[in-house]
């Protein structure tokens, strides 16, 4: 059972454009919503994340919005660059007790920027 | 600090043949997770430890054996490798407590089961 949806599987954009990845997630006792970004042969590295005490969190370039209610959260990359071009992937967790550390990954989104 | 290394790099085994991986911290991390990544499927977690002595079941724990002997190591055992177990393996450790504490990563295993 996936319980953290992420889609699109791939993604295109050219330089200077706005990448848009979005993530579903279905149980409520998650608490803790992290973005991982990996280049090839390396390991994920945390990029940014949110709680969802707050609807909205910026980062230079990288924002994720968060939709409690709709159970849902996206990642949005302002001025896409070529450098950019890595997966990434949504993941969460309930941060308390023994849980922490335990993250529920989306699928992973292939992002390609294009110069 | 060389934070999360992952020893070997690649490995090619063959089926019913046992195997270790390695993982080692120096960050003095007490939560310390293993995780195999497919394609479409993302991350899964195998097993993971709170502290040394203490280890747990992930989502995808069967066929797979831990122990935590000390802080730093937190070896993962193929017991009889199956085709099904080519991946490439993940492990990460971080802080416990504070949950705004990331999870550091190694940079993988790539085994190959034939």
């Known amino acids: 059972q996936q319980q953290v949806k992420q889609s699109p599987q791939s993604l295109i954009v050219q330089k200077g454009g706005i990448s848009i990845i979005n993530c579903a997630y279905e149980n409520t006792a998650f608490d803790y919503f992290p973005w991982y970004q990996q280049f090839p042969g390396k390991g994920p590295a945390l990029l940014i994340a949110i709680r969802p005490d707050v609807s909205e969190k910026k980062e230079g370039r990288f924002t994720i919005s968060f939709n409690k209610s709709a159970k849902q959260f996206s990642l949005h990359i302002m001025d896409s660059q070529p450098g950019d071009s890595a997966t990434y992937f949504c993941a969460a967790t309930n941060a308390g007790g023994t849980s922490y550390g335990k993250l529920t990954f989306g699928q992973g989104t292939i992002l390609t920027v294009h110069p | 600090n060389a934070g999360v290394t992952q020893t070997p790099k690649f490995q090619v085994l063959k089926t019913g043949q046992s195997m270790t991986l390695q993982c080692a911290q120096d960050m003095n991390h007490e939560y310390m997770s293993w995780y195999r990544q497919d394609p479409g499927m993302g991350l899964r977690l195998i097993h993971y430890s709170v502290g040394a002595g203490i280890t747990d079941q992930g989502e995808v724990p069967n066929g797979y054996n831990v122990s935590r002997s000390t802080t730093e190591d937190f070896p993962l055992r193929l017991l009889s490798a199956a085709p099904s177990q080519t991946s490439v393996y993940f492990c990460?450790?971080?802080?416990?407590?504070?949950?705004?504490?990331?999870?550091?990563f190694g940079d993988g295993t790539r085994l190959s089961i034939l």
């Open positions: 990460a450790s971080s802080y416990r407590g504070a949950s705004n504490q990331p999870q550091h």
